[in-house]
């Protein structure tokens, strides 16, 4: 077959959209009888075709979770942030900012899913603008510490706003209501009496709208706090009342938590906290663990033969001694694998005065960082967890059956 140089250079403008199959099948075929002749085409059409080949090749688009603060980090150490966070702020700045992204993705459908929120006491069934209402809630409690206007709106004759207020669908035909656990009473009666009024104040507002009402509530609070770092400022939860810096890592933590059950009801990848800000958190969740197994002993007959340990103020678990002939009480050695590596000792009968506990300790155990606060928060089985364990079986049983007890609604 001869071609004249005008249909040479018609065939050789088709070698690109031929390259990467995009040539209608008479042009293709037509092309493909040139290339056999024409040794210049065919070794251009061989290279075109190849480069055709890295493009399609298949990775993950998503970048790795560590990319956002490798990118943060690089940014900070060429220019310094003007208005620096307290480094107990930065884990509350991360997962607030991760589920915020989350939220930005979700479609109409998406914001009707339900979350399954567990705790120690149940399970909560939220949509995610609903677990928006009761982050917001509990987080004015740090508002109101901070100066700052409280989210929740006012309850002028004192009842609680009725369960069956909820953020609508945008749809309510196309969607069944979601089922509830009836509001908790006790310590939590705060808690869940505020995320009613907030959600049934917020109800028949578009979804986004709730995210970004509570986005900004979110950046408020870390601004605040980053002009006026007063890390010992008291915050009342009602049913405690912990330092301002403990504050903020709790409620990064449950930022991280209940992002996570929302990512699992709209099938979202969620990566895990940084390995510096996920050691905040289970330093803080060791801390409570004292508190923790008053509760235990005192809820549950097979534990009350433990000693118990002396009330405790707060999160800290600090008390004096154990009240056995002025002994110093036992203490059990948690180590901590993956990312947030690190060694913490936990008393078991309540710390000495001097807050340094003597003696050898009875027991070690050994797991993974991230399956322990997940475990804090109720959402492992304390009898299924994968663990390394060494010495006293019964005290290692006891600490692992107190750490859902952290959770809340």
Not at 302 to 320: M, S, Y
Request: net charge negative; aromatic share 6%; charged share 25%.
């Amino acid at each position: 077959m001869t071609t004249t140089g005008e249909q040479h250079d018609a065939l050789r403008s088709l070698l690109g959209a031929w390259a990467l199959g995009a040539c209608p099948r008479p042009e293709a075929a037509g092309l493909e009888l040139h290339l056999r002749a024409c040794p210049e085409c065919a070794e251009e059409a061989a290279r075109l075709r190849e480069a055709a080949g890295w493009l399609a090749v298949d990775e993950p688009l998503d970048q790795p979770g560590s990319l956002r603060q490798q990118v943060l980090d690089w940014c900070l150490a060429r220019r310094p942030a003007e208005l620096p966070v307290p480094a107990w702020g930065l884990p509350y700045s991360a997962e607030t900012a991760k589920l915020d992204a989350l939220l930005r993705d979700l479609g109409p459908e998406e914001w009707q899913e339900v979350a399954e929120l567990p705790w120690h006491g149940g399970t909560e069934y939220l949509r995610p603008a609903e677990v928006l209402c009761h982050l917001a809630a509990v987080d004015g409690y740090l508002a109101l510490a901070l100066g700052l206007p409280d989210p929740v709106p006012a309850d002028p004759d004192g009842t609680v706003a009725p369960a069956e207020r909820r953020v609508p669908p945008q749809d309510p035909a196309a969607v069944p209501p979601a089922p509830r656990v009836p509001p908790q009473g006790g310590r939590f009666a705060g808690i869940t009496e505020r995320t009613a009024r907030l959600t049934a104040d917020r109800a028949g507002r578009p979804p986004q709208s709730v995210r970004a009402r509570w986005r900004r509530q979110t950046h408020e609070l870390v601004r605040t706090a980053a002009l006026a770092p007063q890390s010992n400022t008291p915050v009342d939860f009602g049913f405690a009342t912990v330092p301002l810096r403990d504050a903020f890592v709790d409620r990064a933590f449950e930022c991280y938590v209940h992002g996570e059950d929302v990512a699992r009801a709209v099938a979202y990848p969620y990566a895990p906290p940084a390995p510096q800000h996920l050691r905040q958190m289970v330093d803080l969740a060791v801390r409570m663990l004292p508190h923790a197994l008053v509760g235990l002993r005192a809820a549950r007959p097979e534990h009350a033969g433990a000693p118990a340990a002396p009330p405790v103020d707060g999160w800290d678990g600090r008390g004096g001694r154990d009240g056995r002939d002025g002994q110093r009480g036992r203490l059990l050695r948690l180590v901590i694998d993956g990312p947030a590596a690190g060694e913490w000792l936990i008393p078991l009968d309540g710390a000495a005065p001097d807050d340094r506990p003597g003696g050898e300790p009875v027991a070690s155990v050994v797991v993974d960082g991230l399956e322990f606060c997940q475990l804090a928060a109720a959402h492992r089985d304390p009898d299924r967890l994968p663990v390394g364990e060494h010495g006293d079986r019964a005290a290692i049983r006891e600490v692992l059956h107190a750490m859902p007890l952290l959770s809340r609604p």
